[in-house]
């Protein structure tokens, strides 16, 4: 090995020892060094090593002792034979035929872009006539020029081209682009649109820093969202940002989006203020809600009226309503997957708010510039004073207040590999009678581990581990004080891989496994002087696993496959005792055969079975799709509630020797369109679903504490089905989205007794089945700084099984009612509207701040939360509750720095 020397010293060292004269530009050898020694070597076989790690291409023009050193290229002395065709002559049919799939030499001038500003030229590859193809293959890392942080959902397209790919949480990307001359678009929320030009001469790659765009960030919707609408196979998924419930009027002028989740087609809950989401006629207990990878049980506080959730930390949340991606399960209706925002790597920065009743803070702060960060998040609520100044005397020593902290840290060791944590928690504390203080909270943690496997493969490796946990604490005058306590855990690990095998396919693929840990609860006496006997119930522990792969297949352009199968194992485990009940016969003390004690560790039952994932889109044009999808799946989790709507002492319970697993079935039809460059966006879908199982009580059932509370449980079957329509608006001052929804959920419980009947074994209404709902969101900005904005709802009240009547027996009054949910409670509507005032844009400013001023219930409109009946004087009378049954304004300070 030699001294390394410069690649003009080289090549006038080698004229000099040889007869060949060298010619190139300068600029194209000035980076390049050479160490090897040659002797005895040919020409030809010095510049094949020295120049085959490089760009450059060599071409000897042997009578004139010449050599052209070439930047990528290469020069044909005579056209390949693919240049011509022959033709076959069959009768009077002329057959045109290829001889080879080979491409033409690539032709570039200087003046192809018609863009007016001059961009800079990126030529990829190298030429290599031993691997001509009609495309090669464009990969690389799209990153933020300002903070080194990937960009996720950016859009990448190709001019003149349905060729699109869309960035990865790493900010990574793929995508096919045609031998030589392509123009590259990208965009996405909150970074300036940017051009590149391309020549491919083969395979490579191409990162990019990409310049913030300020402006952008008051648009609603991103763009690659409306791209991806429309060319992604994966139909009923909607990903909403924490920047578009900036500008939308919402109670108490906070911030949520799981409340501007409801606004989406297909996506409701039972009522105002009613904690959980009820997507596509299913039960709050089938929504899958994670957070950076970990469960959250309860993402919201106060009865659902407030978000748990930080909105200065929260990035996104992604909603699945149909197929979801195939690393998830164990939820029959919706994957609602919430991302918190990686911390700035270049500066201190902050945001907050300041409200009636909350105040809000994040911090940001790189640890090593451009390679790792940590942003802190707290909430905090001050709502007590607002119950003391209400004129009710029996709220004066009421209590509600919250609080919420959230820690993530990120850390990117290279381009290929990165690794984030978080650490989460959320406490609530509420007493609205003098006797009992009633809490709840949440606390999860998670660490991710993304990396890539070669060029074509990459890896996700989570740990994860949530605690969901209520407490009552009753006080009185008497001796009947106690404490109970009730608590879920649950621990998962899982490893995702993908891999892109050629042009056609790209798989998905991994293993996953989950404990559960539940204590279904326990009481004990609180004080010396209380005679409350304790009681334990035996703790429940379950074990859940899945092996899931699937395969994005490219047939053509316009058809496009998201194929893929999921096993899914669950197992009780003991320690435990379950009764065997006559068959038959109605579960109750009286009808158990046998009690079966199991040890720990054994298995008391097994459940499991394969899921499908199946999704297709063809393109009728380049911005028209149609979509159509089938999933199935099982859950072995459900909630214990026999309210109208899910409450914080709700408790969950799993599957067992009595108590089976749900099952649905899914199917969704589509048709999705774009207009104007993706200003319009359009979207009609419908969908059928069917369900195995779904839980349901007997009336009046006793569920906390009770050892055996598979007796108060009905298992049957559901079906919904409903069209969604949804138009939003992109772009311009105006913007915003309209949604629309007819929809139906029916449950049926037929049991053998009828005691396991409701309605005669005949399908009901569910709680919360709305035939119509209508969402408009509007927000029109005036200039930079000045906005307003509406939001209006509707939707049909909700079922309600009314008293019919009344009859005497044994001297006493009874009263019958109706069939289950045959009625309903008056309609819903609401509107609210909203100032948008932004401080001055200089850039030297200690802070830059946001004021919104918002009337939540403009009209006033008493909506009912419920309708309950009372027996007063020996006669039944209905009364109605309301949450917000005036207008509430209010005013918030946000400021950012």
């Given amino acids: 090995m030699g001294k390394t020397k410069s690649a003009t010293d080289f090549f006038k060292e080698l004229e000099g020892k040889s007869n060949y004269s060298f010619l190139y530009l300068d600029d194209s050898v000035q980076s390049l060094e050479i160490k090897e020694d040659f002797k005895d070597a040919s020409i030809v076989e010095i510049l094949e090593t020295v120049l085959s790690d490089t760009q450059l291409n060599f071409y000897i023009l042997e009578e004139e002792k010449r050599v052209f050193l070439l930047q990528n290229t290469i020069i044909y002395d005579e056209l390949p034979s693919s240049f011509y065709q022959t033709i076959d002559t069959v009768g009077s049919t002329a057959v045109v035929q290829e001889q080879r799939n080979i491409p033409p030499p690539i032709f570039y001038t200087e003046e192809v872009s018609q863009t007016p500003q001059k961009l800079t030229l990126i030529r990829i590859g190298k030429a290599d006539e031993q691997n001509l193809k009609s495309t090669y293959l464009l990969s690389g890392r799209i990153t933020n020029a300002q903070t080194g942080s990937p960009i996720p959902d950016l859009a990448i397209r190709v001019r003149g081209s349905s060729r699109i790919a869309v960035t990865n949480e790493q900010g990574g990307y793929e995508i096919e682009l045609p031998a030589g001359y392509n123009l590259i678009l990208t965009s996405a929320m909150g970074v300036q649109d940017a051009e590149r030009e391309v020549i491919m001469y083969n395979d490579g790659s191409l990162n990019l820093q990409l310049q913030e765009s300020l402006e952008q960030l008051q648009e609603v919707v991103v763009e690659a969202d409306a791209v991806s609408n429309v060319v992604e196979a994966v139909s009923g998924s909607e990903e ?113 708010s300041i409200g009636p009743v909350t105040g809000n803070i994040a911090l940001e702060f790189p640890i090593k510039k451009d390679t790792s960060s940590l942003i802190l998040g707290a909430r905090g609520a001050y709502a007590d004073w607002i119950l003391r100044s209400l004129d009710e005397e029996s709220l004066n020593n009421s209590e509600a207040s919250f609080f919420d902290g959230i820690v993530k840290y990120h850390h990117r060791f290279n381009e290929n590999s990165e690794i984030r944590a978080t650490a989460y928690y959320s406490r609530d504390n509420f007493s609205i009678t003098t006797d009992s203080l009633y809490n709840y909270s949440n606390r999860l943690g998670s660490i991710r581990w993304a990396h890539k496997l070669g060029n074509k493969s990459t890896g996700v490796l989570t740990a994860s581990n949530s605690n969901y946990n209520f407490g009552i604490d009753y006080d009185d005058e008497g001796n009947s004080d106690f404490e109970l306590d009730y608590t879920i855990n649950e621990s998962e690990l899982r490893y995702r891989l993908r891999t892109r095998l050629n042009d056609a396919h790209t798989l998905d693929y991994g293993v996953s496994g989950k404990y559960y840990a539940v204590d279904p609860g326990s ?99 380049p911005d028209f799709s149609v979509k159509a999808s089938f999933n199935n799946s099982y859950q072995f989790i459900h909630t214990l509630s026999n309210n109208t709507t899910v409450s914080p002492i709700d408790t969950w319970k799993l599957s067992d020797l009595n108590i089976r697993p749900q099952k649905g079935y899914q199917g969704t039809l589509g048709l999705f369109k774009n207009f104007n460059d993706n200003m319009y966006e359009l979207s009609l879908e419908g969908y059928y679903k069917m369900m195995d199982d779904v839980l349901d009580f007997k009336t009046g059932a006793d569920l906390l504490l009770n050892e055996n509370v598979e007796t108060e449980v009905l298992q049957g079957e559901g079906k919904a089905y409903g069209v969604e329509f949804l138009l939003k608006k992109n772009k311009g001052n105006l913007n915003g989205w309209l949604s629309y929804t007819y929809s139906r959920s029916l449950y049926k419980f037929d049991g053998d007794t009828s005691a396991e009947r409701i309605n005669n074994g005949e399908f009901f209404p569910s709680n919360f089945d709305k035939p119509h709902d209508l969402s408009v969101i509007a927000n029109y900005k005036f200039t930079r700084r000045y906005s307003i904005s509406a939001n209006l709802v509707y939707q049909t009240g909700r079922p309600i099984t009314y008293p019919v009547g009344t009859f005497r027996f044994n001297n006493a009054d009874y009263v019958t009612f109706s069939d289950r949910n045959k009625f309903r409670i008056p309609d819903y509507y609401r509107l609210d509207l909203g100032i948008n005032i932004e401080g001055n844009h200089k850039k030297n400013k200690l802070a830059h701040s946001f004021i919104t001023i918002q009337v939540y219930n403009v009209l006033g409109r008493n909506n009912p939360y419920s309708v309950f009946f009372v027996t007063d004087d020996g006669e039944v009378k209905a009364l109605k509750s309301s949450i917000f049954g005036i207008p509430i304004p209010s005013i918030t300070y946000n400021f950012k720095f």
């Fill in 240 to 352: 909403i940002t924490s920047e578009e419930s900036k500008d939308i009027p919402l109670v108490l002028g906070e911030r949520n989006i799981l409340e501007v989740a409801k606004a989406l087609p297909g996506i409701s809950s039972a009522g105002e203020g009613a904690t959980g989401l009820n997507v596509r006629g299913g039960k709050t207990d089938q929504n899958l809600v994670l957070l950076d990878d970990a469960v959250i049980y309860n993402p919201t506080h106060f009865f659902g009226i407030f978000q748990a959730l930080n909105p200065f930390t929260t990035d996104k949340v992604n909603i699945y309503k149909g197929a979801p991606p195939m690393e998830f399960g164990g939820r029959l209706s919706s994957v609602l997957d919430i991302e918190t925002k990686n911390g700035a790597t270049d500066k201190i920065s902050g945001e907050g």
């Fill in 523 to 621: 009481i004990e006496p609180m004080g010396n002087d209380s005679n409350v006997a304790p009681v334990t119930i035996d703790r429940e522990q379950a074990l859940e696993g899945a092996l899931f792969i699937g395969d994005e297949f490219k047939v053509s352009d316009k058809l496009l496959l998201n194929v893929g199968a999921r096993y899914a194992f669950y197992g009780a485990m003991g320690s435990a005792t379950q009764n065997v009940y006559q068959d038959g016969a109605p579960r109750s003390g009286t009808t158990v055969q046998d009690t079966i004690s199991y040890d720990s560790g054994e298995f008391i039952k097994t459940y499991g079975g394969p899921e499908a994932r199946v999704a297709v889109r063809y393109l009728l044009t």
